[in-house]
């Protein structure tokens, strides 16, 4: 790497580039030094290099704005040259969409403002843009309501500037920025308030008297930037460097910035249902999701006396490091602990990543990737962060019973990923006291399940040594056995046993699926029955297979299609996991891997599947175990993948019929051409050149043709694929919820009694939500559920119901995309008006469509 | 994403010597695998465990794991194939440095099977690429008693023999046989790529330092069903035109 390039890169850091000290001036003097001296050579490379580490390093955006600042004073031609492109690449962020991008652009442009590289008024331009783009969709008449997340994202935009720039902006142009303010408020006045209720972390079980409204994020922001404003502007976390060079800045020419154009949103039909407004308002959520929900879960005081704006701006980093260093791991470390702010801030690091983890409806990545994002913490921060990273375990375990199932379940997979990688040490005696919990209660599951995870990663007897200060703990080990073949010994039937044995024998002997199944027809189904020959069948391949993953696999391609002949519909197949079940019963990941692979082979059907999910045996388990639940999610999971892949084949195919065409055309227009030539010379003897060349065309002309053909073709064959899975999609959904409707009925009803049915009749959906909402709440206060640790009181029903509730708003979400479309005949068939006002509000508030549309 | 750190291009720095084609293809293979390679592993991890931890990445396909050519038992390295792209950088990216089962594991792009490619010559077992062992030693880590108490933990678990009961005891002599008989049934039954073998193939490796690494290696289905990877769906479907195309291809 040249010197210019690591003196750009390396600016603001404590680095042997600028010899281990940081000093804003000594570096930005050396900086401009080095890309003076260069800018002749290397203009272009310079450019590209500048603008990139503007974008993928936002934290050091004040830097380079000064650093442009002084090289416009030396070359007003290169300058100008960025802000074209700056100019460019945020009009192309906004039509396409690309947040971040945005976001980003809008700060550099503030600091180059800042920096007399553009005028303030230029920049009011670009705000004012957006706010009135903002302003129409919002506007019930004139734009689409249903995508106020695009414009609240818009106002964020503009919001965000203002700590970099706010100051500036309103010395200088005092009265145009009030302008901006004022539009601002304005549009908080007719934007409706966000409600979070389908994406809160926590659910509001103890917040009885919850009188006050909580702000969304824009209304929090905004009273942020009120808080800056009345505190004249002064902030900690933001660099000043243009300061220093104040005096020299100013002589710099300003460059224009061309207008910038927000796309309106296309999609405004004149009168929106409630539901084709919910299917939007999804839409636009998930293009425009919200950064951050604030977790909350550390007390103020950890915070120190940090200013609003001040948290807001370093959530703002790490967030931007968070995206932009995903995959860089040394680097990513390295600018997470050494953010240019003048206060610790291991607390709102820890807080931010785990809300990263945490937020609905998906973090922006894998919650893998905050796995490895902790742990590099820990090791670089070794000294401050695990301390702060175990304060997060115990608030977040402090409030488990509130916590949403799907953040449930990546806490458990986290915090045994997490443990694997620290030599599972955890004070787990603090915990101990979950034993004397019943088996339902949500601090009890959470370490039973950690520890299951613990053991799959690792090995039983390894887990074990790891609870050594609380051996009591060993009861919620998970088992230690391994499989439980019911023909191990020959104590129980023994004509089962035999017919086993010769199986066994049968597959050593190395017969075919087709041998097998033959013998089972002929020898077997006849004499014992078919209930006797699935079991024996399934039992003894599953032992066979029981050996590894690999092993099972090897069993299920050479004889799956014995099991598929002896299990062909839904009755049979539930059979058969219900032998999977038994056969694994020590163990949740096997069974779940093997029920998964089966699926994989379509031995069994997800409708199958889901059916045995809520066959009576399992539903009592709901509420004490997660091994039903990761079955059913994988079931969705994997159909949800199949779909993926057919949508994304689909749309490459399209790609290459069009290219295919285009193809062809040529070829044909070629030869058309060359066929024309030979007409127009006919008569004369030519024999020349052209016999092979026209050979030639033909042959290419019919060749592009067929692979025209068998292009469209393949497209057609996925697409009937296609429409088919989404049929069986349909099935699959209507199936879950009715499934879910059923079981919730019955209990909802007895643990919630009749009060809740009083209230329904009449009201308007809202109001019977609502009060619902409220009936639940004074259950819990009769039962005394107090927010203290160990007080843990809520029944076992009530317990059933809210973890049963849980899963439904949790599947409701992650699923929304692939619900939508059936929305229609969905409530028409089972969420209909009958249904117990609970389930309703769990599956509303998953897809977020609340009542009040 | 992240482009001032890393070249994108230069995914991997080791050239594996046996791949038979050019720099730049290698680097094509590497950056549209779906195959990665998981080094430094104690013997004693299972595909189990590989599973719980790679599945975090995305759904997996296969595991295949490295055996001693002479024990049948694992000999520390292993590949974990995925269905999509995507997943498969996230494996790369989120789980290599870190640990399992007390060891710090590498996980590389791998240049995915090929036809040819597992019939190598054998000589010793063992996994060479792990340079991460210098880095974090588990033994730095883990001394005085907690190193004892690993140690006797470990003598306690058993690995996994590969080599005995009913589905090893398949002949590598009888497999186009078979393999053929299979086709042709599974052809009536309408859903032919069924046709899968356990079997005990060679695999040759060579690394960096041309250090000769052999082992052997279980691997699920023939050779052609390999070289289809791309085109395993994650589902078998009845009907499936890709099945169709392979069953062609396997009956010629």
Request: proline share 4%.
């Amino acid at each position: 790497m040249s010197s210019w390039r690591s003196l750009i890169l390396r600016i603001g850091e404590k680095s042997s580039e600028y010899g281990g000290v940081i000093d804003f001036k000594d570096h930005i003097d050396a900086c401009f030094g080095a890309v003076r001296r260069e800018l002749d050579h290397s203009e272009d490379e310079i450019l590209t290099f500048l603008l990139q580490c503007s974008e993928q390093l936002p934290h050091k955006i004040p830097l380079y704005g000064t650093l442009i600042g002084l090289l416009n004073l030396e070359n007003e031609d290169f300058v100008k040259k960025i802000v074209e492109s700056t100019q460019k690449s945020l009009q192309d962020a906004l039509d396409t969409g690309d947040c971040n991008k945005i976001r980003v652009s809008m700060r550099f442009l503030t600091v180059l403002m800042c920096s007399k590289v553009i005028q303030p008024s230029s920049l009011v331009v670009i705000f004012e843009t957006l706010l009135s783009s903002a302003a129409t969709i919002v506007d019930d008449e004139k734009g689409n309501p249903s995508w106020q997340a695009r414009a609240d994202f818009f106002i964020t935009c503009i919001l965000s500037c203002l700590p970099w720039g706010g100051s500036e902006l309103v010395e200088q142009i005092p009265e145009e920025i009030e302008r901006v303010m004022v539009g601002i408020e304005a549009y908080l006045s007719i934007r409706r308030h966000v409600s979070d209720v389908g994406l809160s972390v926590f659910e509001d079980i103890n917040k009885i008297n919850k009188l006050h409204v909580e702000q969304d994020f824009v209304e929090d922001l905004w009273s942020r930037i009120q808080d800056l404003s009345k505190n004249s502007w002064k902030l900690e976390s933001v660099p000043r460097p243009h300061l220093l060079y104040e005096a020299q800045l100013v002589a710099g020419k300003s460059h224009d910035f061309g207008p910038i154009i927000c796309q309106e949103q296309s999609d405004t039909p004149v009168e929106l249902s409630r539901l084709n407004f919910g299917r939007q308002k999804h839409e636009a959520e998930l293009k425009y999701p919200q950064r951050i929900r604030r977790l909350n879960i550390f007390s103020a005081s950890k915070f120190e006396d940090l200013q609003p704006i001040d948290r807001f701006v370093v959530e703002e980093y790490l967030l931007d490091v968070l995206f932009y260093l995903n995959g860089c791991r040394k680097e990513f470390a390295a600018c997470m602990v050494g953010l240019p702010v003048p206060f610790r801030y291991e607390y709102l690091m820890a807080e931010t990543i785990f809300s990263q983890l945490l937020l609905l409806p998906q973090p922006p990545f894998k919650p893998m990737y905050y796995t490895l994002v902790i742990i590099d913490l820990c090791k670089s921060l070794p000294g401050a962060f695990p301390a702060v990273v175990a304060g997060a375990v115990r608030a977040l375990f402090d409030r488990i019973s509130e916590l949403d199932m799907e953040c449930r379940t990546r806490l458990i997979l986290w915090f045994s990923h997490h443990l694997s990688n620290f030599q599972f040490i955890w004070p787990w005696e603090e915990w101990a006291y979950v034993l004397e919990l019943p088996k339902w209660a949500p601090q009890r599951v959470f370490v039973q399940e950690v520890l299951d995870r613990e053991v799959r990663l690792s090995y039983w007897d390894k887990v074990k040594q790891s609870i050594e200060s609380t051996p009591a703990l060993e009861e919620l080990l998970p088992p230690k056995g391994g499989p439980d073949f019911r023909y191990s010994s020959d104590d129980g039937d023994k004509t089962e046993y035999t017919l086993s044995k010769e199986l066994n024998s049968m597959v050593k002997g190395r017969k075919t699926a087709r041998d097998v199944i033959i013998w089972l027809e002929e020898s077997v189904t006849p004499i014992n029955g078919l209930d006797v020959s699935l079991r024996v069948v399934v039992q003894t391949l599953l032992d066979i297979g029981s050996k590894s993953f690999t092993h099972l696999i090897t069993v299920l391609e050479r004889y799956g299609q014995v099991i598929a002949k002896i299990c062909p519909n839904e009755e049979t197949q539930i059979m058969l996991i219900s032998e999977v079940s038994s056969f694994w019963k020590n163990s949740a990941q096997t069974t779940a891997i093997t029920i998964d692979r089966m699926m994989g082979y379509r031995l069994i059907s997800n409708l199958a599947i889901v059916k045995w999910v809520f066959s009576p045996s399992n539903i009592d388990l709901f509420h004490i175990t997660d091994r039903l639940w990761e079955i059913l999610i994988n079931a969705l999971n994997k159909t949800h993948n199949r779909i993926s892949d057919l949508r994304k084949e689909i749309s490459h195919l399209k790609k290459s019929v069009v290219k295919a065409e285009q193809i062809a055309a040529t070829a044909k227009a070629e030869l058309d051409n060359a066929e024309n030539k030979l007409m127009l010379v006919d008569g004369e003897p030519v024999v020349g050149e052209n016999p092979a060349r026209m050979k030639r065309l033909k042959s290419n002309a019919e060749k592009t043709k067929e692979n025209e053909v068998t292009t469209r073709e393949s497209l057609e064959s996925k697409e009937a694929l296609f429409e088919r899975a989404l049929e069986e999609n349909e099935a699959l959904f209507l199936s879950l919820y009715k499934n879910f409707s059923t079981v919730l009925m019955e209990r909802l009803h007895e643990t919630f009694g009749e009060k809740t049915l009083d209230h329904v009749g009449g009201d308007s959906e809202a109001m019977a939500v609502d009060e619902e909402d409220t009936s639940a709440m004074d259950m819990d206060k009769e039962n005394g559920n107090s927010k203290s640790n160990v007080g843990y009181t809520i029944g076992e029903k009530e317990q059933w119901c809210l973890s049963t509730l849980g899963y439904v708003k949790a599947f409701s979400r992650q699923y929304a995309s692939e619900i939508w479309p059936h929305m229609v005949k969905l409530e028409e068939e089972v969420v209909t008006e009958s249904v117990h006002p609970l389930f309703r509000k769990a599956v509303y508030s998953g897809l977020r469509l609340h009542a009040d549309q | 994403m992240a482009l001032l750190f890393k070249d994108p291009n230069k995914i991997s720095a080791y050239r594996d010597r046996r791949f038979p084609g050019t720099q730049e293809e290698y680097e094509n293979a590497l950056q549209t695998s779906t195959t990665v390679y998981i080094g430094n592993m104690s013997f004693y991890t299972t595909e189990e465990q590989l599973y719980e931890l790679f599945s975090r990445a995305g759904e997996i396909k296969k595991i295949v794991m490295g055996l001693d050519k002479n024990t049948k038992t694992p000999c520390g390295f292993c590949f974990v194939m995925y269905y999509s792209r995507e997943d498969t950088e996230d494996a790369v990216k989120y789980i290599s440095g870190t640990i399992l089962d007390d060891r710090p594991i590498r996980v590389d792009f791998d240049w995915g099977f090929q036809d040819g490619r597992q019939w190598g010559r054998g000589r010793s077992g063992g996994q060479v690429r792990d340079e991460y062992r210098t880095d974090y030693d588990p033994d730095i880590l883990l001394c005085g008693y907690g190193k004892l108490v690993q140690q006797e933990l470990e003598e306690q678990r058993q690995v996994v023999d590969y080599g005995v009961g009913s589905l090893g005891s398949f002949q590598p002599s009888h497999m186009s046989h078979n393999c053929e008989f299979m086709t042709c049934l599974f052809n009536d039954l309408n859903s032919s790529s069924l046709c899968t073998f356990a079997d005990f193939l060679v695999l040759q490796m060579e690394d960096m330092e041309e250090e000769e690494e052999v082992v052997v290696v279980m691997v699920m289905g023939g050779p052609t069903d390999m070289v289809e990877e791309e085109k395993n769906p994650r589902f078998r479907e009845h009907g499936d035109s890709d099945d169709e195309e392979d069953d062609r291809k396997r009956q010629k």
